[in-house]
């Protein structure tokens, strides 16, 4: 049973930092193509950043040099440090693992809430 389970959300103010973190389980991170997305109100999941199984990394736009994706493979997790927050990227945050088998696992999510 796949297993992905965010934390590291909380309430910071603009202009701080925050580190999620997707432990996983039943899968191997290293393996897979993992994801950190974001949901605000009334709006879309849209995709922050990923990494794919050689390490190969990209970003949206909105984030690029504020956030960083990596993973550690000993400790089977998935890591997005958040710097220079802004009230814009208030959101939950989702980690999702997409398999070698393009099987597609979500974890339930994290809270972001940047104050102005």
């Known amino acids: 049973q796949v297993q992905l389970v965010e934390s590291g959300g909380g309430l910071v103010q603009a202009g701080g930092s925050l580190r999620l973190s997707c432990a996983a389980s039943?899968?191997?991170?290293?393996?897979?193509?993992m994801g950190w997305y974001r949901q605000a109100p009334g709006n879309e999941r849209e995709l922050v950043a990923s990494?794919?199984?050689?390490?190969?990394?990209t970003y949206d736009d909105s984030v690029k040099g504020r956030f960083t994706i990596s993973r550690d493979n000993a400790k089977n997790a998935v890591y997005l440090q958040m710097n220079s927050l802004k009230p814009t990227d208030t959101a939950a945050y989702y980690c999702?693992?997409?398999?070698?088998?393009?099987?597609?696992?979500w974890g339930q999510g994290t809270q972001v809430t940047v104050s102005s």
């Open positions: 039943g899968t191997t991170v290293s393996s897979n193509a």
């Open positions: 990494i794919a199984s050689d390490g190969t990394t």
């Open positions: 999702k693992a997409r398999t070698v088998y393009l099987v597609t696992y």
